[in-house]
């Protein structure tokens, strides 16, 4: 377990300017599934490393526990409820910002040089985000749990079943 100052210091490098620019022209190079919601990007998503195969699934390198991949969320996330990854996760804010919501309806403002871990049973939302879209690195390890999930009344709701039961239109929340 790596402790809260080292991901603190690694933040604080990403988010350099100079440093952020690099990353995000190097990830720019390596797109992934972009996620479109009402005909709109909520999300663009790029490989950075150790990439998974889009038929199988599988990671570049099943021997190494961390994928890396940058992020520009475009949108708030839509749905009424906080959802939860099926993965353990960090992220890092490169660029811009996004308001995000915590389970016990905590607000954090993510700004360039925060980091934050994501992950299994950990429910959140993002709020807001600002006009431009905010960068992020955002580092998993392995698949593990039941997959995503919505939390609905105290109870985790599995996506398929949650979608199943929404009006809206959605698109694919894959990793």
């Not at 440093?19 to 972009?34: D, E, F, G, N, S």
């Not at 996760?89 to 995000?100: S, V």
């Amino acid at each position: 377990m790596i402790p809260s100052f080292a991901w603190n210091a690694l933040a604080h490098f990403a988010s350099r300017p100079a440093v952020a620019r690099w990353l995000i022209r190097r990830a720019m190079r390596t797109p992934y599934r972009h996620i479109i919601k009402n005909g709109e990007c909520y999300m663009e998503r790029y490989w950075l490393f150790n990439p998974y195969d889009n038929e199988t699934r599988v990671a570049r390198w099943p021997w190494c526990p961390v994928s890396v991949r940058l992020h520009v969320i475009r949108q708030p996330d839509e749905d009424q409820h906080l959802h939860d990854h099926p993965w353990d996760a960090r992220t890092i804010i490169l660029r811009g910002w996004y308001l995000e919501e915590r389970h016990g309806h905590h607000l954090a403002s993510r700004q360039p040089g925060d980091t934050a871990e994501i992950g299994v049973r950990r429910y959140h939302r993002i709020n807001e985000v600002c006009q431009d879209g905010a960068v992020t690195l955002f580092l998993t390890g392995r698949e593990r749990g039941d997959g995503w999930g919505y939390l609905v009344d105290g109870r985790h709701v599995p996506r398929a079943e949650y979608l199943a039961h929404q009006s809206t239109s959605h698109a694919e929340l894959t990793s």
